[in-house]
């Protein structure tokens, strides 16, 4: 990671850690660095989620990237994984640029940067751009005070480009494989990016769609609803009698689930479910499924009942996909709903996840209830503890005293995992036992050497 540029992009509070200035000059770069290596202007697509916000940062890039010479296409309010698809399947796009801060509350925002592939930008061109942001021009082999303008006829222009979005509609209504006439399915839209687009989908294959939280206000994104606020989606599949339920998040690249029963079906179970049934029908590559060291306890003991491999990696949707790429495998992601079908897509993609989970129901003919069930999760508990220095809090040895006396009392009945967000000032304390009790007890015993070591913030 970088100074300003985390797993998942560069992140922060709107105007505070992530300003107007940051997204022109992030724009400033990409412009002419692209336009520079082809010696042309560069082309870039930028989409943007729902926040208030985001409609500031998208004129700030827009702005800067048309002043070093790009010409930038416009897809409007749409998802994540719908600028992955434009610029990896239509030609001379040289960029992608999505302005979302993904799950996390209304006035944080973020820019996440696409490379020409549809893949997240590589740490090289990051570096550069993080040099520029610092002033450090000479190590981009820039002579002056900044990077120079584009003036008349190369200043960059804008184009609407709904058209981009629409074809990435097509394109997921394409990967069904049977009409959904008939099933009664529920979407929680997180008042985010798939506002419109999941119900277009689920309408256009013909399943009766009750939707929830899509009356976006640029400040209600993700706010008790969404993936990571399933409840309301799990008590109205109930209330309604709905035989499924996809929540997605702010910007549509995660996806979680809800059977029939109102039971939660997290990315774990998502991923044994659809491992299991591309086994079965001979389609999982060299037999592997990328996890992440989240993935529960439970998700490894039934994958082994089954003759099913699995790699972990580190926690990021990111490192999932290096992994896959790096060794062929087809399927991998994370139990917060990153799901990545390489086959399809380049990145995580809440409504392609969806389709898929579609496809298990109906070419199986049973319901989500039944196709989880051969799983038993162990208990968990995530426990984020906001820190003044994610390293010196991790690092501290009495704390990392602390984590080795947990694993030795866990024994093989269970782990404990320490970590640095990704995207967030905090300290990440999860366990895994046979019992919540004991997982509360543990990560408890954690959370107060860090407390009493100094490193909580207002502590």
């Given at each position: 990671?970088?100074?300003?540029?985390?797993?998942?992009?560069?992140?922060?509070?709107?105007?505070?850690?992530?300003?107007?200035?940051?997204?022109?000059?992030?724009?400033?770069?990409?412009?002419?660095?692209?336009?520079?290596?082809?010696?042309?202007?560069?082309r870039?697509?930028?989409?943007?989620?729902?926040?208030?916000?985001?409609?500031?940062?998208?004129?700030?890039?827009?702005?800067?990237?048309?002043?070093?010479?790009?010409?930038?296409?416009?897809?409007?309010?749409?998802?994540?994984?719908?600028?992955?698809?434009?610029?990896r399947?239509?030609?001379?796009?040289?960029?992608?640029?999505?302005?979302?801060?993904?799950?996390?509350p209304?006035?944080?925002?973020?820019?996440?940067?696409?490379?020409?592939?549809?893949?997240?930008?590589?740490?090289?061109?990051?570096?550069?751009?993080?040099?520029?942001?610092?002033?450090?021009?000479?190590?981009?082999?820039?002579?002056?005070?900044?990077?120079?303008?584009?003036?008349r006829?190369?200043?960059?222009?804008?184009?609407?480009?709904?058209?981009?979005r629409?074809?990435?509609?097509?394109?997921?209504?394409?990967?069904?494989?049977?009409?959904?006439?008939?099933?009664?399915?529920?979407?929680d839209?997180?008042?985010?990016?798939?506002?419109?687009?999941?119900?277009?989908?689920?309408?256009?294959?013909?399943?009766?769609?009750?939707?929830i939280h899509?009356?976006?206000?640029?400040?209600?994104?993700?706010?008790?609803?969404?993936?990571?606020?399933?409840?309301?989606?799990?008590?109205?599949?109930?209330?309604?009698?709905?035989?499924?339920?996809?929540?997605?998040d702010?910007?549509?690249?995660?996806?979680?689930?809800?059977?029939e029963?109102?039971?939660?079906?997290?990315?774990?179970?998502?991923?044994?479910?659809?491992?299991?049934y591309?086994?079965?029908?001979?389609?999982?590559?060299?037999?592997t499924?990328?996890?992440?060291?989240?993935?529960?306890f439970?998700?490894?003991k039934?994958?082994d009942?089954?003759?099913?491999?699995?790699?972990?990696?580190?926690?990021?949707?990111?490192?999932?996909?290096?992994?896959?790429?790096?060794?062929?495998?087809?399927i991998?992601?994370?139990?917060s709903?990153?799901?990545?079908?390489?086959?399809?897509?380049?990145?995580?993609?809440?409504?392609?996840?969806?389709?898929k989970?579609?496809?298990v129901?109906?070419?199986?003919?049973t319901?989500?209830?039944?196709?989880?069930?051969p799983?038993?999760?162990?208990?968990?508990?995530?426990?984020?503890?906001?820190?003044?220095?994610?390293?010196?809090?991790?690092?501290?040895?009495?704390?990392?005293?602390?984590?080795?006396?947990?694993?030795?009392?866990?024994?093989?009945n269970?782990?404990?995992?320490?970590?640095?967000?990704?995207?967030?000032?905090?300290?990440?304390?999860?366990?895994?036992?046979?019992?919540?009790?004991?997982?509360?007890?543990?990560?408890?015993?954690?959370?107060?050497?860090?407390?009493?070591q100094?490193?909580?913030?207002?502590?």
């Amino acid at each position: 990671m970088g100074k300003y540029f985390g797993t998942d992009g560069f992140r922060g509070e709107a105007n505070v850690t992530l300003t107007v200035e940051h997204a022109y000059r992030v724009g400033r770069f990409i412009g002419w660095y692209y336009s520079a290596q082809k010696g042309s202007k560069c082309r870039v697509v930028i989409g943007k989620d729902t926040r208030r916000s985001s409609y500031m940062f998208e004129y700030a890039l827009v702005a800067g990237l048309t002043a070093s010479g790009a010409d930038v296409y416009l897809l409007h309010v749409t998802t994540t994984p719908s600028i992955s698809y434009v610029v990896r399947t239509e030609e001379d796009f040289d960029c992608g640029i999505m302005i979302s801060a993904s799950h996390n509350p209304y006035y944080d925002n973020g820019i996440k940067l696409i490379n020409a592939r549809g893949e997240k930008m590589d740490e090289e061109t990051i570096l550069k751009i993080e040099a520029y942001l610092d002033g450090d021009l000479a190590s981009l082999g820039v002579e002056g005070e900044d990077l120079p303008y584009a003036v008349r006829e190369e200043i960059g222009c804008t184009i609407d480009y709904a058209a981009g979005r629409n074809r990435y509609i097509g394109y997921l209504i394409s990967l069904a494989t049977r009409s959904y006439r008939g099933m009664r399915v529920g979407l929680d839209c997180a008042n985010g990016s798939a506002w419109m687009i999941a119900k277009s989908v689920f309408d256009a294959l013909g399943a009766k769609t009750y939707v929830i939280h899509a009356q976006p206000d640029g400040t209600n994104i993700n706010t008790n609803c969404g993936s990571t606020h399933i409840e309301s989606l799990q008590a109205f599949v109930k209330e309604k009698g709905l035989d499924v339920g996809f929540a997605f998040d702010g910007d549509a690249d995660r996806c979680l689930a809800v059977d029939e029963n109102g039971n939660v079906v997290d990315g774990d179970l998502i991923l044994y479910i659809y491992g299991r049934y591309m086994k079965e029908r001979g389609k999982l590559v060299n037999n592997t499924v990328v996890t992440t060291v989240m993935s529960n306890f439970g998700l490894y003991k039934a994958f082994d009942a089954i003759g099913i491999d699995y790699e972990k990696t580190q926690v990021g949707d990111k490192y999932v996909y290096e992994n896959m790429m790096q060794n062929g495998h087809r399927i991998g992601g994370e139990q917060s709903g990153h799901i990545i079908f390489s086959k399809y897509a380049s990145t995580g993609d809440g409504i392609l996840t969806a389709i898929k989970m579609m496809e298990v129901i109906l070419e199986r003919k049973t319901t989500l209830s039944k196709l989880a069930e051969p799983v038993k999760i162990y208990p968990q508990l995530l426990q984020n503890v906001r820190v003044k220095s994610k390293p010196e809090a991790k690092n501290d040895p009495l704390v990392q005293a602390a984590v080795q006396e947990v694993e030795r009392d866990l024994g093989s009945n269970g782990r404990i995992l320490v970590r640095e967000s990704g995207t967030e000032p905090v300290i990440r304390v999860m366990v895994e036992a046979e019992n919540q009790e004991d997982c509360k007890r543990y990560v408890k015993r954690v959370v107060d050497v860090i407390r009493a070591q100094g490193h909580i913030v207002g502590e």
